[in-house]
């Protein structure tokens, strides 16, 4: 017997198998472990709507605040701005300021300009408000899924269904404290705003109506704690589509906040702001609701800023979560909700199991009997075949699903497949009387391309199902991926170095023994 690379690199993957699925198969509390997918384990599955609407209602006021602010910056006096029915309307009181406000929106784009003399009326154009829908549902896609990740859940499903519904499946959520949790993080707008406060009309708040206040171009907003009311500006001074990062923090009294900062842009909107109203207060708006009103002392450069207001540090850590990844374009609605219970993951997983053994041990004894000792031979490159694949899935945190099972038990069946091919190739060649070196060497080559050719169709036909499956065809395409990649190393490359360490224990005597043919068809080994 001698020892070669292609038996070290194959003992390599065996242990590293084993060592690797060990926490999996036996559920230990350290080490990296698969995790069980919504069909198997339980978990929420919710089917969301996306209010488009107010995601163009959001882009105009955008709109509104970049052209106010554009305005400011290069210091055109204009009356009555405001946004009405979808339109930013505003006044230029000064003729010789007209080239400047065309060349200001003629930057921007996907917009419709009006004028009237000196009056401007810019709305978005019927394309850009579908694309912004559009976007809005991916950017809500996109949104929902990073904020399940930072949270922490393992392997969540969030993928668009249909035109504008929205499938999340989570699997794991045992309690309904982190069904609602979950629910909450989800819906979330977290839709940051710094709006002005109206100084001059601020007093009498409370005695006016929604519609009075929108005269003067101002909206009425609640207190989050207190229920107070606040007139602010309706145009916000920034949002946070120029927020950059949000941590939690603890003041002076160790109360959770939530410290924020700004892009370049937003730093530098934010601090001539600052610069230019100080005394004033500022109200920082989270979903429509005041946090916090600070009094202006000096001009805030650097671009960061605070939110306060009685957070819990559960409270603090979500809301810093939704704003990190980013507000909600367009706020998402419930249209179904189900939990899905355990019960069904264990009937499945037992199902599963039962069918993994019944086809692997079929296959065992099958290759045992037909090829003898070559089957046992391709039975242990099967073995360390299936060790890898939970190894791999449990080395990435992969989450294994009903149809990933599935994929372990096809795959259980393409293993062996490479092995009957090159068991045949060599049981031609000893036919041929070639001898026992050069049978195994020509059978593993001539083998090779009918495998090689068989593997790549069958993963570039996976590859495709996970880019673009979702849910459990991703589950299947991924254990296949893994699976394939794995036979190729213990397959072929596995099983060859068996052979070429045991090829000098083979005679010509004992050959049907090792590859299940009559002795008398095979040449001399010498």
């Known amino acids: 017997m001698k020892l070669n690379y292609r038996v070290v690199i194959f003992v390599a993957a065996a242990i590293f198998g084993i060592a690797l699925s060990m926490p ?51 210091d055109l006096i204009i009356d009555g701005f405001k946004v009405r029915n979808g339109v930013v309307e505003f006044e230029l009181l000064d003729r010789d300021d007209m080239p400047k406000m065309d060349a200001i929106l003629e930057k921007m784009e996907g917009i419709a300009v009006e004028k009237d003399g000196m009056k401007y009326r810019v709305s978005l154009t019927p394309a850009e408000k579908e694309s912004i829908k559009k976007y809005a549902i991916t950017q809500a896609v996109d949104t929902i899924r990073n904020r399940l990740d930072q949270f922490g859940l393992a392997e969540p499903t969030v993928a668009k269904q249909g035109k504008e519904k929205i499938l999340v499946e989570v699997p794991g959520v045992k309690t309904p404290e982190q ?68 941590r939690v923090a603890f003041d002076q009294s160790n109360q959770p906040v939530i410290n924020f900062s700004l892009n370049s842009q937003g730093a530098q909107i934010f601090g001539d702001f600052t610069g230019k109203n100080v005394g004033k207060r500022l109200a920082v708006v989270l979903d429509n609701k005041v946090y916090s009103a600070p009094v202006i002392r000096e001009r805030i450069g650097g671009g960061s800023g605070q939110i306060s207001g009685g957070f819990s540090v559960k409270e603090a850590h979500d809301v810093a979560i939704a704003l990190r990844s980013g507000a909600l374009l367009a706020p998402v609605f419930m249209e179904e909700k189900r939990s899905v219970g355990p019960s ?31 089957g046992i031979v391709a039975d242990i490159a099967l073995i360390v075949n299936l060790f890898l694949i939970l190894a791999i899935m449990a080395l990435f945190g992969a989450t294994l699903t009903l149809p990933g099972m599935a994929g372990i038990v096809l795959t259980v069946g393409m293993a062996v497949d490479a092995n009957v091919i090159i068991n045949e190739r060599i049981r031609e060649l000893l036919h041929q009387g070639k001898s026992i070196t050069k049978a195994i060497e020509q059978g593993y080559a001539n083998a090779f391309s009918a495998i090689l050719d068989a593997n790549i169709t069958t993963l570039i036909a996976a590859v495709v199902l996970y880019a673009y499956g979702t849910g459990p065809i991703k589950g299947f395409a991924i254990t ?13 490359l596995g099983t060859h170095g068996i052979w070429q360490m045991l090829e000098s224990k083979i005679s010509k005597e004992r050959v049907g023994i090792w590859f299940g043919i009559k002795p008398e068809g095979a040449a001399d080994a010498k």
Do not use: C, W
């Open 480 to 492: 296949m991926s893994i699976g394939i990649l794995a036979s190729m190393l213990t397959a072929i």
């Open 179 to 246: 069904e609602q949790r979950i629910r909450e993080l989800i819906a979330k707008a977290a839709h940051l705003q710094l709006m002005a406060i109206d100084e001059e009309r601020a007093a009498n708040v409370d005695k006016m109506t929604p519609a009075e206040a929108a005269k003067y171009g101002d909206v009425i907003l609640q207190g989050a704690q207190d229920g107070r009311k606040y007139l602010v500006k309706e145009i916000p001074i920034l949002d946070g589509s120029m927020l950059t990062d949000a």
């Open 344 to 374: 069904l993951g264990a009937d499945s997983i037992k199902a599963s199991m039962v069918a993994l053994i019944t086809g692997f041990i079929a296959v065992v004894i099958f290759m045992v009997l037909y090829y003898g000792i070559a």
């Open 24 to 74: 999996s198969l036996l559920q230990t509390e350290k080490g990296s472990k698969i995790t069980l997918g919504l069909d198997l384990q339980g978990g929420l599955h919710m089917l969301l709507g996306v209010d488009t609407d107010e995601a163009i209602r959001s882009k105009v006021k955008s709109l509104a605040s970049a052209i106010k602010y554009a305005a400011e910056d290069e």
